[in-house]
């Protein structure tokens, strides 16, 4: 084993007599170890000045001194005749920085779509102008100039002029469960992540939109309890497995003309393989518009480019894997070409291409995976990596046609993400570790420092003061044979003397990662809390997780959960051996995929795990939806094999420790149907296990002391489970 000790550690070692001990009321209640951020942050487009939102405010600061120059918008002065709440919830700015869109009265619907008042506010003229006042509307996006707004009510896409209040209606047949423009159907929303379908042309004349017809996706219903004579039903279209998906269409509507164009549809009759349009981008060229549309197994994906001054169309790129090809946000154009990032080498990498998809050429080609693009200036790429180490990230520098390596202009240790100002002098830097709050520096491009704006200094007292302790890296081999990577947090008294129980956290999904050297929020305080009662908690990427490379991310293609579960229970194992451990009393606890993996622990794992909690879990992946499941297992007519032998419902038999199943009953994403189905399966074989749902929660179960009730649940079961007051099974 390699364990690795925090090179920053600066946190308490031990629980003296002076230091406090963290409650669940400190971690759910007062959120006590929450970090400082930097909320609503932009730069200007001047390069030497930045905004935020503070107190209801947009404020500018000057990058090199930190000066506060100026309030460019107070809300709490603005008019409320014209419909206005007084509260802001967010805000974007016009290209030429004259109009300011802002949002309030906001109402969320699934993970990332809402609905909003929008307004836009003119800085120069003071006044302020409702986009729409028959209701909340969604997606209000301005166009470069800042003279028109584009939104969308009722399913149907409408511009607003500023400058004479004329509304016009660019669609008319959208209708709810049937017809949605401008915005996108509930599966592009969650899995391909995105809401918005609008896109406005460099030059505001033409606004091109997505069209879903759902019309054929079947509806799912679930119910919301309100304290009425009859609960509330709330159906939309939601896709399983091997089900129809929406017809999906592109369209650019003329704002001089008022004509629409009619460019692409997938999922038809006529349009072959070609089933998702998970992304569209103008060019630089206003009269350019690109699309990449993908087949249904997501293996093979053409990025198309749209003249529509000529009418012509063309392929720019073609990529197929024999996995999958992940869709991505890196298509950035520069001039007579653009830039792409794919796996086809084994590591995600970036590369140029000329503007006829040929020639293309590798800009990066270590060994490693390029994990977030910033972009592109003066003849540079900016770019985040795993470059040391999987576990951590530094952001990179290099020449755009150059045969330079790159160059790390920020690599401390842990976890480094930055934002960029729009002339790349400067840019703000994120970082943490594990066992450090994160810090928001202003760098200049050197990647030299020209000041802190967050420190989060309180915040590492505090954790130090409730007797925090330090997270340790390790790793260690499988008996399979993979080297996995994992964390370990430990009470002061693991000795070889005393013997603790053990807490897994998974997730496991494909290419996510836990194992990473960053601050790691709530969660981590509540480890923090069962180290205080004499846990030893523990997380371990397994195999398909990410940053380590195509080969070990797509391990579990077609398997979902059976690679996972094995290095899992060959963790628990490993464990287990160590002097510390008491391999008796060894829980695992995960959410969503975690939640599936968890079940899959103490079912087959039934002779190492005595406890598992599943939150949210999908127990099986027939009843997931398509683009996800489908991505990484194909249909269930392809793949019986697959899916059968990899839902945990087959394995109820098998429990033979402690269960505790949870599930919020107004789950949109993974539906209470997985968990009522497992809590079948058990009943039917006999198995006692707990379960607890939550009225009206979602898959995220939060909202008011949501939270703090499920983390007591939890922290009792597992107190009277393998608590250290428990005697060994």
């Known amino acids: ?75 709490d002065v603005l008019p409320t005749d014209s419909g ?98 401008g915005a996108t159907d509930w599966v592009y929303e969650e899995e391909f992540g995105f809401s918005k379908a609008l ?7 033409r606004l091109a939109y997505l069209k879903f017809d759902e019309r054929r996706v079947p509806e799912f219903t679930y119910t919301n309890f309100k304290n009425g004579m009859y609960p509330e039903y709330v159906t939309f279209k939601y896709p399983k497995v091997g089900e129809a998906n929406s017809t999906v269409s592109l369209h650019s509507y003329s704002v001089s003309s008022a004509q629409t164009t009619d460019l692409l549809t997938v999922n038809q009759e006529n349009s072959g393989d070609w089933h998702y349009l998970p992304r569209v981008r103008w060019t630089e060229n206003p009269d350019e518009l690109t699309a990449q549309r993908m087949n249904r197994h997501q293996n093979k994906l053409e990025l198309l480019l749209f003249d529509l001054h000529t009418g012509e169309r063309r392929t720019l790129l073609t990529e197929e894997n024999k996995y999958y090809v992940d869709v991505h946000d890196n298509l950035t154009f520069v001039d007579d070409g653009f830039i792409w990032s794919s796996e086809q080498d084994g590591f ?63 690599a401390e240790p842990g976890y480094n993400s930055a934002q960029f100002s729009n002339t790349y002098d400067y840019f703000v830097l994120s970082n943490s570790t594990i066992n450090r709050p994160e810090t928001v520096t202003v760098m200049d491009a050197t990647g030299s420092p020209v000041r802190k704006i967050i420190s989060n200094t309180e915040l590492a007292e505090r954790a130090a003061a409730y007797g925090y302790r330090p997270a340790e890296f390790f790793t260690f081999a499988t008996e399979e044979g993979t080297e996995l990577n994992g964390y370990m947090i430990k009470p002061a008294s693991a000795t070889t003397n005393k013997k603790h129980s053990l807490l897994m956290h998974v997730y496991g999904g494909p290419g996510s990662q836990q194992v990473v050297d960053n601050w790691r929020g709530q969660n981590m305080a509540w480890f923090q809390y069962l180290v205080q009662q004499g846990f030893v908690v523990a997380v371990v990427d397994n195999r398909g997780t990410g940053a380590r490379g195509e080969e070990m991310k797509k391990r579990t293609y077609l398997t979902l959960g059976k690679e996972e579960t094995e290095d899992q229970i060959s963790a628990a194992r490993y464990l287990g051996s160590l002097d510390y451990i008491d391999e008796k009393k060894i829980g695992i606890f995960g959410w969503s995929y975690g939640g599936f993996m968890a079940l899959h622990g103490i079912l ?83 198995k006692q296990f707990d379960t607890y749902f939550y009225p009206n929660r979602n898959h995220g179960i939060y909202g008011g002391p949501t939270r703090l009730h499920l983390y007591t649940k939890m922290t009792n079961f597992l107190m009277n489970s393998i608590g250290p007051s428990i005697t060994s099974k």
């Open 348 to 410: 995600n990498q970036l590369y140029l291409y000329d503007m006829q998809g040929e020639k293309p050429q590798q800009l990066t080609s270590a060994r490693y995976d390029v994990t977030e693009f910033y972009g592109v200036y003066d003849g540079r790429l900016y770019f985040q990596a795993a470059g040391r180490d999987p576990m951590q990230r530094e952001v990179y520098t290099k020449s755009l046609r150059g045969r330079d390596l790159p160059r790390p202009v920020a």
């Open 604 to 686: 087959q794992g039934n002779d190492v795990f005595a406890a598992a909690i599943a939150v949210a879990p999908v127990t099986n992946w027939k009843w997931y939806d398509t683009i996800y499941t489908e991505r990484y297992m194909r249909t269930y007519a392809e793949n019986q094999r697959g899916y059968d032998e990899n839902s945990p419902i087959n394995y109820a038999d098998r429990l033979k420790g402690d269960l505790l199943l949870v599930h919020g009953m107004g789950d949109d994403n993974v539906h209470f149907q997985h968990t009522a189905e497992m809590a079948n399966a058990l009943i039917m074989n006999n």
């Open 1 to 75: 084993m390699r364990l690795l000790l925090p090179l920053l550690f600066i946190l308490s070692v031990g629980l003296s007599a002076q230091q406090k001990a963290i409650t669940l009321e400190d971690i759910w209640a007062d959120y006590t170890f929450n970090p400082d951020g930097v909320s609503g942050f932009n730069f200007l487009q001047d390069g030497r000045s930045y905004v935020r939102l503070e107190d209801n405010r947009v404020v500018t600061y000057d990058i090199a001194t930190g000066n506060r120059e100026r309030v460019i918008l107070n809300a």
């Open 199 to 205: 896109y406005w042309s460099p030059d505001g004349e």
């Open 84 to 181: 206005f709440s007084g509260r802001m919830d967010d805000y974007t700015f016009s290209d030429d920085e004259t109009k300011i869109l802002l949002s309030s009265q906001t109402e969320q619907l699934f993970r990332r779509s809402s609905q909003s008042y929008f307004f836009v506010y003119d800085t120069e003229t003071e006044q302020l102008t409702p986009v729409y006042s028959e209701g909340k509307h969604r997606l209000a996006t301005l166009d470069p100039a800042g003279e028109r707004v584009a939104f969308v009510v009722d399913n149907n896409v409408f511009i607003k002029n500023l400058a004479d209040g004329k509304l016009t209606q660019v669609t008319e047949d959208g209708e709810a469960n049937a017809i949605i423009n």
